[in-house]
């Protein structure tokens, strides 16, 4: 498309010229878990939002990263490369990336009535396998009543011609016209997207392109089995999903629009160097601290903490290494914390800091609310 086309498509757009796309984080900018993540073999969120599902994979391991392979106009992909192969597909193998979306994200659809809205995904996709590769849009359902499924799932493909050649795949989908379904609310899961890369025999019996209750066929074709071979690799980038029936040029966020969208989910708290402040603390005994701390972004829910290299310390007399961090009281805007850590002979309610370790690279507190 050229550039004049582009802008016309842009302005005759259903959807506004800015905040049309409901992905967050499409151009995979932003990375606070870390930018390569390898020995891959299970269910894990990698690349901020994008969460990789993998199931029943056998003796397959999988390699992420974010990778600087990237189309004309975008600098970062999400890179998939199999590094140990699973010479045996189980029948019942899942493998497919995907971005769930908050309900509330999505009052402004019309679906679950006799007119709904149409929606357009759009993205870039490169490989070196060719073909026929499955792709799902689900709507969450919060009908209680219905015990056979809590989503609709819609299943469709699209194809890439040429390998190892950047592509631009779009979609159109009419969302679902079941007028005898509930629509979702709050700040659970709303609708999902997923691309596939695998799926065994016993995943593809689904009907393409038609709305069904999300069972355990939910895709029509196993994409040439991603785990299946060492060669294979699979690159993702300027995911897209409009209101409308028009794919407009992917909508370019800063670094730090997008990475305050993506903390309402995931917030890490890099600390490297020596002594890097976190928050304040105070003993509640030689052995015991309690910290609080405020979030820079409020976050979707209650979140859970890690932590790594963390220490107690007032910086005259003492270091004491943080052993364990237990969560006692939480909210979308902050945390407060009881660290256990090695005896610091402070008493109680001396007032001391959690900062990182010294002269440490890998210190960091993160907290998680993903959907």
């Known amino acids: 498309m050229s550039k004049a086309a582009e802008l016309a498509a842009l302005i005759g757009s259903q959807t506004a010229l ?66 140990t192969a699973d010479t045996s597909q189980d029948a019942n193998n899942q493998f497919y990336i995907q971005q769930q979306i908050e309900a509330q994200n999505i009052y402004q659809l019309k679906f679950y009535e006799a007119n709904p809205d149409s929606v357009t995904i759009s993205f870039y996709v490169r490989s070196n396998t060719t073909g026929s590769y499955g792709m799902s849009l689900k709507l969450s359902d919060n009908n209680s009543s219905d015990s056979s499924t809590d989503t609709r799932i819609y299943p469709t493909t699209f194809t890439i011609s040429s390998a190892d050649t950047w592509e631009k795949i779009t979609k159109t989908i009419t969302l679902d016209s079941s007028t005898s379904e509930t629509r979702p609310t709050g700040n659970n899961m709303g609708m999902a997207l997923l691309i596939w890369l695998a799926a065994g025999s ?17 895709t029509t074709v196993d994409a040439d089995d991603f785990l299946g071979s060492t060669s294979n690799n699979f690159h993702l980038t300027g995911v897209q999903l409009e209101v409308g029936e028009t794919a407009t040029p992917f909508e370019h966020r800063s670094f730090g629009d997008e990475l305050a969208r993506c903390d309402r989910y995931f917030q890490s708290y890099d600390l490297s160097g020596s002594y890097v402040g976190l928050c304040a603390a105070q003993c509640a005994s030689s052995t015991e601290s309690l910290a609080a701390m405020t979030f820079r972004t409020p976050m979707r829910a209650s979140p859970s903490m890690s932590f790594n290299n963390l ?24 945390v407060s914390w009881r660290s256990v850590h090695a005896s610091n002979s402070g008493s ?10 010294n002269n440490t690279t890998d210190a960091y507190a993160r907290f998680d609310a993903e959907l």
């Open 202 to 218: 016993s995943r593809q019996a689904a009907t393409a392109d038609a709305w069904a209750d999300n069972g355990n066929t939910a």
């Open 348 to 357: 109680a309610h001396d007032a001391q800091h959690i900062t990182s370790k």
């Open 18 to 83: 800015s905040n049309r796309n409901l992905i967050i984080n499409g151009a995979m900018q932003v990375a606070q878990r870390g930018t390569s993540f390898t020995s891959q073999t299970g269910v894990a969120y990698h690349i901020d939002r994008f969460e990789t599902q993998a199931y029943n994979v056998g003796t397959g391991v999988y390699k992420v990263e974010q990778s600087t392979e990237a189309p004309d106009g975008f600098y970062n992909s999400l890179k998939y490369s199999c590094t």
């Open 311 to 334: 220490i107690l310390t007032d910086r005259i007399g003492y270091d004491s290494d943080v052993s364990q961090c237990a969560v006692q009281g939480s909210s979308s805007g902050g």
